[in-house]
């Protein structure tokens, strides 16, 4: 099946600084690649989302991009807010539809 | 306002006593999913429908069952839980596959 790595597992910036958290997955037949953010205690939410016949999107503060043939992709947060503090997960939608998460980015951002 | 229900959101329980836990979407989407989250782990998934009467094994199914009679529901089943399977488990829903999962607000299981 598929794996989805992802680095770093903690991340700590400086308000208004970038932040960039990576992702690799194994199956090349993965196709769509949503990002949750995580506030504790509460249920993953949506932040962004990219399917495998785009190579970059961009929501304001955030933006994500994919290389199919090296099989990862990225998340970034310009600009970081201390709200933007959060545990970030990327994930992988594999073959027979399953989808499959990476194992988290606490991110810290300092006022 | 659109959601997806899980109860209950907490349970303490013993070793073999079935329990179920229900999730309920008001969203008419077709795909539902099971995901346990353990720390260090990220989320996992357990089991997931395409469609009434259409469910597949995740990635953890050991030990779970679920049935979707209805569009709406997604119930998971432990017929007779463990400790290992304390955890935090999330129920989700999308319209499709290559759409924005919505989280129910998670069930903390504590098998003892």
């Known amino acids: 099946g598929e794996n989805v790595e992802q680095h770093p597992s903690t991340l700590s910036v400086q308000e208004g600084d970038s932040a960039v958290i990576k992702c690799t997955y194994s199956d090349s037949a993965s196709n769509y690649f949503p990002w949750y953010k995580q506030e504790l205690g509460k249920r993953p939410q949506l932040i962004i989302d990219?399917?495998?016949?785009?190579g970059e999107k961009k929501d304001q503060r955030i933006a994500v991009t994919l290389n199919k043939t090296a099989k990862h992709f990225s998340l970034h947060i310009t600009e970081t807010q201390p709200e933007d503090s959060a545990v970030y997960f990327c994930a992988a939608r594999g073959n027979f539809n399953k989808f499959y998460f990476g194992s988290g980015t606490k991110l810290n951002v300092k006022p | 306002e659109a959601q997806v229900t899980q109860n209950p959101r907490y349970l303490i329980t013993v070793t073999g006593k079935k329990l179920t836990v229900t999730c309920s979407q008001n969203m008419n989407h077709e795909y539902m999913s099971w995901y346990r989250q353990d720390p260090g782990l990220g989320l996992r998934q357990i089991y997931y429908s395409m469609n009434v009467e259409v469910t597949d094994k995740g990635d953890v199914p050991e030990g779970y069952k679920v049935s979707r009679k209805e569009k709406r529901n997604f119930p998971l089943i432990l017929e007779s839980p463990s400790p290992n399977q304390t955890s935090l488990y999330f129920c989700?829903?999308?319209?499709?596959?290559?759409?924005?999962?919505?989280f129910g607000d998670g069930t903390r299981l504590s098998i003892l």
């Open positions: 990219i399917r495998s016949n785009v």
């Open positions: 989700a829903s999308s319209q499709g596959t290559s759409r924005p999962q919505h």
